[in-house]
């Protein structure tokens, strides 16, 4: 494969990255606490719609009942040290771009909004699929008194109210600043203000914010999130965040997340989350009066793992997230619907296996059952206008998950993984549709010693 000469990211990424040993300050601890790392990702996405449902073809309008992509992405990452003193400074390069192997035109999403791997051209990706993709993230680090950074450039936050997506081929970034503060033992402290998106297959920064189910939008101009989380011991996590979206919403999470030894081989779990939100300023996406909870108990016994979770949606709009992340700490999300309609009630029931229990690390089984009823959709703004006709729905879905990771050799990491999910609708449901989901997943990282 060629690099496309009219896309320099694709073909900088790499370059970049591994030249910034060569350039970088010769203070002591940049380098000395540095590392490279090179991730390769190769992806085959298939959707299957079934019972007459079809998802239509972004540049054609086309219906097309299968969906159906392949792509090998490559992400390099360079994290600096700090230079030495009470005040150090470091830089984090992270170049990634991505290959199409396969998937027509008719065939591929916009690798955006509507699920897939490889993006299209246009603001709005309606044009034609692209053949390669990348870009270039760069983030400026200052640590303080060894227990605070900041950072500015682009960042990837991972917190209950703006949670980094790397679900696909490639991760999203944005561009802005945080903090983290871990002066207190157990206690981490963080905040951001972000100003612009990158999505997960972009070849530049500068995208619009805005939310999952509703789209951009150019007049919300920041996200600012604040929030702690407090590991009290090893079996009990505190956490509490608060995010606002400019113009858009105001959301608030409280969650906790407890484990408790029982004997040997045996741990009882529990926890529960819950979320508010509330529409603010010029209210962008109409009125939003959300207030949306999941609890979950389990048994580990042995190698076995068991989870019964219940989620609930209070309000006439979905529970909603950031635009393109993965803000889903709900405890019924899944592999190909959110579980998040308009009023809807969910139960899902969980097992995991760990087959170390039969002498094969590495090898892990996933399955899970989750149902949705009570959606009711018949009040929601215009900007959910998808949920307007569903009085009486109802959605269920069915995940088996098999992965395996290469314990020992030169393959060492190699670790594959077979997703599939079963996704059904009932009832007058016609924001979600039935579909076979399939994603085949490769990834290789490597590591890289400076020093």
């Not at 030169?410 to 996704?423: E, G, S």
Request: aromatic letters at 12%.
């Amino acid at each position: 494969m060629r690099f496309n000469k009219k896309n320099p990211a694709c073909a900088a990424s790499l370059t970049l990255v591994l030249a910034i040993p060569a350039v970088a300050a010769d203070g002591e601890g940049f380098l000395e606490g540095a590392t490279v790392n090179v991730l390769n990702r190769n992806i085959y996405f298939s959707q299957d719609f079934r019972h007459g449902d079809t998802f239509n073809n972004p540049q054609t309008g086309e219906k097309k009942h299968l969906r159906a992509e392949w792509a090998h992405g490559v992400i390099a990452n360079f994290e600096s040290g700090f230079t030495p003193g009470v005040v150090g400074f470091g830089l984090d390069v992270r170049g990634q771009f991505g290959f199409k192997m396969d998937g027509g035109d008719g065939r591929v999403g916009n690798g955006m909004a509507g699920n897939g791997i490889i993006p299209r051209r246009g603001y709005d990706f309606d044009g034609k699929p692209k053949s390669q993709f990348g870009r270039t993230d760069v983030a400026l680090k200052v640590r303080l008194f060894d227990d605070t950074v900041l950072r500015y450039g682009d960042v990837r936050p991972l917190t209950p109210v703006v949670n980094t997506s790397d679900i696909r081929l490639l991760p999203q970034s944005f561009r802005g600043g945080n903090v983290m503060n871990t002066s207190i033992k157990g206690l981490t402290l963080q905040a951001g203000k972000l100003e612009s998106g990158a999505d997960r297959t972009a070849t530049a920064h500068g995208g619009d914010l805005g939310t999952a189910y509703g789209g951009r939008f150019k007049d919300a101009n920041d996200f600012v999130y604040f929030g702690a989380d407090y590991q009290a011991n090893d079996r009990l996590l505190l956490r509490a965040h608060h995010g606002r979206l400019d113009d858009v919403w105001n959301q608030l999470f409280l969650g906790f997340d407890l484990k408790q030894p029982l004997r040997e081989g045996l741990t009882a779990r529990a926890g529960a989350k819950y979320y508010r939100t509330r529409d603010t300023g010029q209210s962008l996406m109409g009125d939003i009066n959300n207030d949306s909870w999941s609890a979950h108990v389990g048994l580990d016994v042995g190698a076995h793992r068991f989870t019964v979770a219940r989620t609930e949606i209070h309000g006439d709009t979905p529970f909603d997230y950031v635009w393109n992340t993965w803000d889903f700490y709900l405890d019924t999300f899944s592999q190909s619907s959110d579980f998040n309609s308009p009023n809807e009630r969910v139960w899902m029931g969980r097992y995991d296996y760990d087959f170390a229990g039969l002498g094969i690390p590495g090898l892990t089984f996933t399955t899970r059952y989750m149902r949705g009823t009570k959606i009711d959709g018949t009040d929601a703004g215009s900007h959910y206008a998808a949920y307007q006709n569903t009085s009486h729905g109802r959605e269920w879905e069915n995940d088996i998950w098999v992965g395996y990771v290469v314990q020992s050799g030169p393959a060492k990491d190699l670790n594959f993984r077979v997703w599939h999910a079963t996704h059904r609708v009932g009832g007058d449901n016609s924001a979600s549709a039935n579909l076979n989901e399939l994603r085949l997943i490769f990834e290789y990282p490597l590591d890289f010693n400076l020093l």
